[in-house]
T-cell receptor, first 112, second 113 residues
């Protein structure tokens, strides 16, 4: 089955730095979602995107729906220690009802 | 309002045993799904349901059964556990077809020995 290509797989950054990650697919998606997962917990929705080119923010997080509809990007500005976790992108193709396809995740670690 | 509740949180099974992972949501969501999470592979869809009485297969359905007799509950049954089913299992629910994002439970960590 298809999974989304997410990069980087992991990153170590210093507190205060900005973070960028992306997600790409060979298929067109009509919805892109970004989730964060803390250890021992389920993923929590951060941002949802519904239109090509859409740019949406949630506090220090900003995500964009790529204009080709085959990619999406997540930026975190001025990272803090609680940003540590795994970030997943997820996409939904037209006509696939409730089925989401998930990326393989980006593990973020923030050092002081 | 508890959201999505999964039980048990941890389980160890012997190869060949059967068990049911429970999932309940109190948000009156129509859509519910089961995912498994394995290291380096993200989340993969096992089965999903678009409403009571309606279920369908996801990406990795083999070895699992589901039913949806009520809106609230969506149990996942392992018929004959195998070591390859060692994983973390997540149940999720949504109002609509996932476009608003699913709400996930906290997971069940299953080990098959």
């Amino acid at each position: 089955g298809q999974q989304l290509n997410q990069s980087p797989q992991s990153m170590f950054i210093q507190e205060g730095e900005d973070v960028s990650m992306n997600c790409t697919s060979s298929s067109i998606f009509n919805t892109w979602l970004w989730y964060k997962q803390d250890p021992g917990e389920g993923p929590v929705l951060l941002i949802a995107l519904y239109k090509a080119g859409e740019l949406t923010s949630n506090g220090r997080l900003t995500a964009q729906f790529g204009i080709t509809r085959k990619d999406s990007f997540l930026n975190i500005s001025a990272s803090i220690p609680s940003d540590v976790g795994i970030y997943f992108c997820a996409g939904r193709r037209a006509g696939t009802a409730s089925k989401l396809t998930f990326g393989t995740g980006t593990r973020l670690q923030v050092t002081l | 309002n508890a959201g999505v509740t999964q039980t048990p949180k941890f389980q160890v099974l012997k190869t060949g045993q059967s068990m049911t992972l429970q999932c309940a949501q109190d948000m009156n969501h129509e859509y519910m799904s089961w995912y498994r999470q394995d290291p380096g592979m993200g989340l993969r869809l096992i089965h999903y349901s678009v409403g009571a009485g309606i279920t369908d297969q996801g990406e990795v359905p083999n070895g699992y059964n589901v039913s949806r007799s009520t809106t609230e509950d969506f149990p996942l049954r392992l018929l004959s556990a195998a070591p390859s089913q060692t994983s973390v299992y997540f149940c999720a629910s949504s109002y609509s077809s996932g476009g608003n994002g699913y709400t996930f439970g906290s997971g069940t960590r299953l080990t098959v020995v």
